[in-house]
């Protein structure tokens, strides 16, 4: 029962240090890799993001995981990160496959239903937005377009350029 509450000051000693060595290994991968290891573009970088906290957290805490096997796990998820990045960039087809493609959900004040439906999102999801965007309507609104990483973005009706440069391929109604 004790050990439930305090196994001793080796384990502490470890987690201490194993923890600012593989803080220190992450901080330096991810200064490597760049700033999109950590960005939240899209749903592929967020499971990332979510799964270097979960082979951060099994380092520091399981005594099963070495220093360098969790340091070689965090290694090969940057770097597999990094490779289907670097092909996205480069090949029309895996960006295809690893990002989703934003969605028009309200064009000049109109509810576009096929596309909500389709991405599941509900009038009350929508009206949150236009509100958080300081609009009291949809009417008020130009153009609300759900993004490659879930968010809500609302173009207010005033800005006509920004209206002027949304594809109509986006409409689907």
């Given amino acids: ?9 080796e384990s502490l ?18 200064r490597i890799a760049g700033k999109r290891t950590l960005s939240k573009m899209n749903a592929f970088d967020w499971v990332v993001t979510v799964a270097l906290g979960s082979t951060l957290a099994t380092i520091l805490l399981s005594k099963d995981v ?7 796990a965090l290694a090969l998820l940057i770097a597999l990160q990094f490779i289907v990045t670097w092909s996205s960039v480069r090949a029309r087809w895996v960006r295809k496959v690893i990002a989703a ?14 596309t909500m439906h389709r991405e599941r999102v509900t009038k009350d999801d929508v009206m949150a937005a236009v509100r958080t965007a300081g609009q009291a309507s ?10 490659t990483d879930g968010s809500f973005n609302v173009i207010c009706k005033g800005a006509a350029a920004s209206l002027k440069e949304i594809d109509r391929s986006f409409i689907n109604d």
Avoid: H, I
């Fill in 66 to 72: 070495s220093l360098a096997q969790g340091a070689l």
């Fill in 1 to 9: 029962m004790s050990a439930m509450f305090f196994d001793g000051w």
């Fill in 101 to 114: 493609e934003p969605s028009l959900l309200v064009y000049q004040g109109n509810y576009l239903e096929k």
């Fill in 138 to 147: 949809v009417e008020d609104v130009g153009a609300v377009v759900l993004g």
């Fill in 13 to 30: 000693l470890r987690t201490l240090v194993v923890g600012v060595l593989a803080y220190c290994a992450l901080v330096l991968f991810l």
